[in-house]
């Protein structure tokens, strides 16, 4: 089985008390409790040291020196952690431009599509931590790597410290089902009693009950556990460098579900997209392709490319190849097309086009300059492809039509 989609969790293993390890080589092998000692402190991190005392994040002071008289209390130092923070994001950055930070010390890394960059899934997650101990001067951090974004974050925290943990998708149901359900996401103090009263101790457990049982006992969190517990999960991972890429969406008035309507629709955006970027001296490093289905859900799927480009047939060949990657099947009534990574052209990295696709490249970005350049006197429409003709609002009936295929 092809993975889906490849996301990977990184979680910095006890980072405050970590960092505080790092910086003084006499707390190192120490219990170090970091947070305020003051009767209504709290722990912020504990070392491994002292958890193995049973002290934990979040715990009173008091209860912390209680339970590990040795700890050494020490003052947090936030502007420190910031600072190696922006250097672990940042090296998160070099592996996908789609990174997800959930707190200072973790973040989702969509790494869908960079197989031929990066190599397998464990390899993937073993560069990754080995870049954040390389950024950090000697931090480790935990790796977990699946589908989806779920099942990477269990992943993450499955075998910490300084761990990596890969759950192909395939395998991933089976990696769940043992597990307790205080792991399912949103099962929090509260919700784990209930589930437990209904007889509901794994994960496997919910996966088992029906529908029904689930809604009798937790009502509308019931489906939510139930796709959990069967690693149904397909929230992209949402990156806020929004900035550097654009996208062209197009909501439908006729839903739309074969490979041929839906191609259709992902040419005209790869069109505006590809002029856009040429246009601003711009060229992209992925592709990613959104569907929305009549039940509203969104998905969506992306590639890099295997050299940045601007070219439109690029970008569309790219997004169709995305799309044998969707599980749903449609309809759908929203066809979206976005480049991500955007670079200047003269980066160095146009350099890193392979020669026989260079000929080719060249030829349809010849093409494309052209079709720019007669928008530019006779207005956007005047040229189309062949491909395009039939679908209304997209041909203008005497005008010169191209297309790329010859
Ligand atoms: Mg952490």
Known sequence: MTWPRIIAHADMDAFYASVEQLDDPSL???????????????VLTASYEARKYGVKSAMPAVEASRRCPQGIFVPPRFERYQSLSAAIMKA???????????SLDEAFIDMTGAE???????????????????????LTASVGISSS????????????????????????????????????WGAGPKTVPRLERAGLYT???????????????LGSSGAHFKRLATAQDWRPVASRRTARSMGSDRTLVDDVSSVEEISYFLRRSADKLGERLRRKGYSAGGVRVKLKNNRFQSFSRQALLAAPSDNA????????????QFDDRGPYRLVGLAVYDMRKIDSPEQLGLQFDHQISAQKSDMLERVIDHIADKFG??????????????TVAGNTPNLDFVD
Do not use: C
Request: aromatic share 8%; net charge positive.
């Open 380 to 393: 956007d429409g005047a040229v189309t492809r062949a491909g395009s003709i039939g679908k209304s609002g």
């Open 92 to 102: 998160f950055s070099q592996f996908s431009p789609v990174v997800e930070p959930l």
């Open 116 to 138: 031929g960059i990066f190599g397998s899934a464990r390899q993937m997650a073993e560069l990754i931590r080995q870049a954040v101990f390389d950024s950090t001067g000697g």
């Open 203 to 217: 994960i496997g457990d919910v996966r088992l009950a029906t529908d029904e049982y689930l809604r009798k006992h």
């Open 149 to 184: 974004k779920y099942v990477a974050k269990v992943a993450s925290d499955f075998n910490k410290p300084d761990a990596v943990t890969v759950v192909a998708p395939e395998e991933a149901i089976e990696w769940l089902s043992p597990m307790p359900v205080s792991r399912l």
């Open 28 to 42: 190192r092998g120490k219990p170090v409790i970091v947070g305020p000692r003051s009767k209504r402190g709290v």
């Open 313 to 324: 047939r690029v970008l569309f060949d790219t997004g169709v190849s995305l799309l044998n």
